[in-house]
C-alpha cells in the first residue's frame, strides 16, 4: 500500500472522501498535500495543527522506514501560510525588541520555534534563544549580547 492510499483511506475514515492528494518530494522529504474543501479543513489541521501534526506522526509511523525520506503532511497550503504569518511575527517581535530593550518570549511547538530561529537568523540586533524543557520550551527574542 501506498502512502497515499494509506491517507486516503484514513481521511475515507474521518468521513472525508473527496480529498484530493497530491505528492511532492522537497530534498529529504516527502510533502503530502491534502486539497479538501475549506470547511472540512478545520477538521484536519486543528487548533495549533494539533490535528494535522497528529496524522503526520501516524502517516510517519505507519509509512515512512528508517531509509525513506521524512513524510511531511500539509492540507489546503495550511503550513506555508503558517510559516509566512510566524516569518511576520518574527519581524514585528524584532521590532519590538530593539525598540523597547526588553526580551519577549514565545511558547511555540518546536516546528514553529525552529521558523522563528531561522527568521531572525541573520538580523542585526536580536537573537534568539530556546530555554526550558518540553512542553515548558520557549523561544526568548533578546538584544544581541555584547561579547
Known sequence: ?????????????????????????QDDTIVLTISVPEEE?????????????????????????DDDKAITLNV??????????????????????????????????ASERRVIHMALSDHPEVETVSEGEGASRVLYVRLKQTA
Do not use: W
Open 76 to 109: 489546503n497550503d495550511f503550513r506555508q501560510r503558517r510559516e509566512d504569518h510566524l516569518r511576520e511575527v518574527a519581524a514585528r517581535v524584532a521590532e519590538h525588541v530593539v525598540a523597547t530593550q526588553q526580551p519577549q518570549y514565545l511558547r511555540l511547538p
Open 41 to 65: 479543513s478545520g477538521l484536519l489541521i486543528g487548533h495549533h495543527a494539533e490535528t494535522l501534526d497528529a496524522l503526520q506522526r501516524v502517516v510517519r509511523l505507519v509509512c515512512q522506514k
Open 1 to 25: 500500500m501506498t502512502t497515499q492510499d494509506f491517507v486516503q483511506q484514513l481521511l475515507a475514515h474521518m468521513g472525508i472522501d473527496d480529498a484530493v492528494l497530491s505528492q511532492e518530494e
